[in-house]
């Protein structure tokens, strides 16, 4: 009787989410693929005013309590159209930490974006981030707006002079007919110690050289506004800190407001 | 680092394979149990061999190699050390004994380049990250069914529950008390060992 008993508890568990292979394993039975083009779609699919408005955060890192108030709080706002998680999204690039952030940002009421973070890159990490959210480096249009979301992530590659990729950054930086300005999205700012520094010169200069209204980035944990030739590059404060950005495009106009909560 | 790895590598296998040598003197060597576990945190599936330890066999030490293939979320092969004790016995009549609560701890070990016992300072200078990403601790709850199929011979069901040292780390910063709960951090692995 015992034993029977016993079986059925084991047959139980074994058919539930408690079965881990291992931290390190870069998915389960439930995780979530391609994240950021699932939500391109939805942002697409849309209805759409004349402001295009989002919300630039990151280093979700742990702190879930911290991102799940910003989300109620993002949440009561009107109108905005889409938030920037901009990496970090993980502290210890688990599997099981980008699945409870990706829990708790798809309780926005808006689309979400994940660009990868340094943490996103150790261990597995990469592994799961590419498979749960996309390329590491990728781009969309919104309302004639190019946002070219890349990886800054420099150290992680020893400053092998791959990251960031200049040259897709040039390929994507060029206008067209059809797109009137670019942001640039990534999670470690240029003025940082973990970018490459024999980039540096060459990558604000290729950000710059087309009509780029903001370059946008995480990482710091502290908020960071500075000009580089006119062109604001804005560092978001982190959700550990409880701070997000507030950015507004409204006829070609740039605006910026930091929220805390 | 590359020959702290190797060593380790070293002393794995050699734990493997241990009960093939047959030399004087080493039958101390020999296992007393195989056990073969699915899921747990140490492998889709592990296999390995262990050891009584203390008095009325109220310990175990246990060697084991994990595999997960790349359908199940991986490549990964993961080495791992387990230590259980077992204060509480039931026995049912001749045929079987239940050890409810084992507590235990244990130490993984993931093989692979993206995973290093600790990060290269030359990369990333002093105390940039703080952990290692190959090896991970473990603390766990098991229990146990031990069915005897002959003199000394023995059959054992078990489940074993675990969390890691870095969903501790995720449950206790700042306030995640809200957010996370046990239940979140606790996993599962069932196994079947064979006492020889």
């Given at each position: 009787?015992?034993?029977?008993?016993?079986?059925?508890?084991?047959?139980?568990?074994?058919?539930?989410?408690?079965?881990?292979?291992?931290?390190?394993?870069?998915?389960?039975?439930?995780?979530?693929?391609?994240?950021?083009?699932?939500?391109?779609?939805?942002?697409?699919?849309?209805?759409?005013?004349?402001?295009?408005?989002?919300?630039?955060?990151?280093?979700?890192q742990?702190?879930?309590?911290?991102?799940?108030?910003?989300?109620?709080?993002?949440?009561?706002?009107?109108?905005?159209?889409?938030?920037?998680?901009?990496?970090?999204?993980?502290?210890?690039?688990?599997?099981?930490?980008?699945?409870w952030?990706?829990?708790?940002?798809?309780?926005?009421?808006?689309?979400?974006?994940?660009v990868?973070?340094?943490?996103?890159?150790?261990?597995?990490?990469?592994?799961?981030?590419?498979?749960?959210?996309?390329?590491?480096?990728?781009?969309?249009?919104?309302?004639?707006?190019?946002?070219?979301?890349?990886?800054?992530?420099?150290?992680?590659?020893?400053?092998?002079?791959?990251?960031?990729?200049?040259?897709?950054?040039?390929?994507?930086?060029?206008?067209?007919?059809?797109?009137?300005?670019?942001?640039?999205?990534?999670?470690?700012?240029?003025?940082?110690?973990?970018?490459?520094?024999?980039?540096?010169?060459?990558?604000?200069?290729?950000?710059?050289?087309?009509?780029?209204?903001?370059?946008?980035?995480?990482?710091?944990?502290?908020?960071?506004?500075?000009?580089?030739?006119?062109?604001?590059?804005?560092?978001?404060?982190?959700?550990?800190?409880r701070?997000?950005?507030?950015?507004?495009?409204?006829?070609?106009?740039?605006?910026?407001?930091?929220?805390?909560? | 680092?590359?020959?702290?790895?190797?060593?380790?590598?070293?002393?794995?296998?050699?734990?493997c394979?241990?009960?093939?040598?047959?030399?004087?003197?080493?039958?101390?060597?020999?296992?007393?149990?195989?056990?073969?576990q699915?899921?747990?945190?140490?492998?889709?599936?592990?296999?390995?061999?262990?050891?009584?330890?203390?008095?009325?066999k109220?310990?175990?030490?246990?060697?084991?190699?994990?595999?997960?293939?790349?359908?199940?979320?991986?490549?990964?092969?993961?080495?791992?050390?387990?230590?259980?004790?077992?204060?509480?016995?039931?026995?049912?009549?001749?045929?079987?004994?239940?050890?409810?609560?084992?507590?235990?701890?244990?130490?993984?070990?993931?093989?692979?380049?993206?995973?290093?016992?600790?990060?290269?300072?030359?990369?990333?200078?002093?105390?940039?990250?703080?952990?290692?990403?190959?090896?991970?601790?473990?603390?766990?709850?098991?229990?146990?069914?031990?069915?005897?199929?002959?003199?000394?011979?023995?059959?054992?069901?078990?489940?074993?529950?675990?969390?890691?040292?870095?969903?501790?780390?995720?449950?206790f910063?700042?306030?995640?008390?809200k957010?996370?709960?046990?239940?979140?951090?606790?996993?599962?692995?069932?196994?079947?060992?064979?006492?020889?």
């Open positions: 009787m015992k034993i029977t008993l016993y079986f059925l508890i084991i047959v139980f568990f074994s058919s539930c989410e408690l079965m881990e292979y291992s931290p390190n394993q870069v998915f389960d039975n439930n995780t979530p693929q391609d994240i950021n083009k699932k939500n391109l779609e939805r942002l697409f699919n849309t209805p759409a005013d004349d402001t295009i408005r989002f919300v630039l955060t990151g280093d979700s742990r702190a879930y309590k911290n991102a799940e108030d910003m989300v109620a709080v993002v949440n009561k706002r009107a109108g905005i159209d889409f938030v920037f998680l901009a990496g970090d999204i993980s502290d210890f690039g688990l599997l099981g930490e980008m699945e952030v990706n829990q708790i940002f798809s309780n926005l009421k808006m689309p979400y974006i994940g990868v973070g340094n943490h996103d890159l150790v261990a597995n990490g990469q592994k799961v981030y590419t498979r749960m959210y996309g390329p590491m480096n990728f781009c969309f249009t919104y309302q004639g707006v190019k946002f070219v979301c890349h990886n800054t992530n420099s150290r992680e590659v020893n400053f092998s002079g791959t990251v960031p990729s200049i040259s897709w950054l040039k390929k994507e930086l060029t206008p067209t007919e059809d797109i009137k300005s670019f942001v640039a999205v990534a999670h470690v700012p240029p003025t940082s110690i973990d970018f490459d520094k024999n980039l540096q010169q060459e990558y604000i200069k290729t950000v710059n050289s087309c009509p780029t209204l903001a370059a946008l980035y995480a990482h710091n944990h502290s908020e960071e506004i500075r000009y580089e030739e006119q062109i604001p590059y804005l560092v978001t404060n982190a959700i550990v800190k701070q997000f950005m507030l950015v507004e495009i409204i006829n070609g106009k740039l605006t910026y407001e930091s929220i805390a909560y | 680092m590359k020959a702290l790895r190797i060593k380790i590598k070293i002393a794995f296998i050699i734990c394979f241990s009960p093939g040598l047959k030399a004087q003197g080493l039958s101390a060597l020999k296992p007393d149990h195989a056990v073969l699915y899921a747990g945190s140490i492998g889709y599936v592990s296999v390995g061999l262990g050891y009584d330890l203390f008095k009325k109220r310990g175990s030490l246990e060697f084991n190699y994990g595999y997960v293939p790349e359908d199940k979320g991986g490549t990964l092969h993961i080495a791992s050390t387990k230590f259980a004790y077992r204060p509480w016995q039931i026995k049912i009549k001749e045929f079987a004994t239940v050890y409810p609560v084992n507590p235990g701890v244990f130490f993984s070990y993931h093989f692979g380049k993206q995973f290093d016992i600790a990060f290269d300072r030359e990369q990333y200078g002093k105390s940039y990250y703080g952990w290692s990403t190959a090896i991970r601790g473990h603390i766990s709850l098991s229990n146990e069914i031990k069915l005897y199929t002959g003199e000394k011979k023995s059959v054992t069901l078990y489940s074993e529950f675990n969390t890691s040292d870095l969903y501790l780390a995720s449950m910063f700042k306030n995640n008390r957010w996370l709960s046990p239940q979140d951090i606790v996993k599962l692995g069932i196994g079947l060992k064979v006492g020889f």
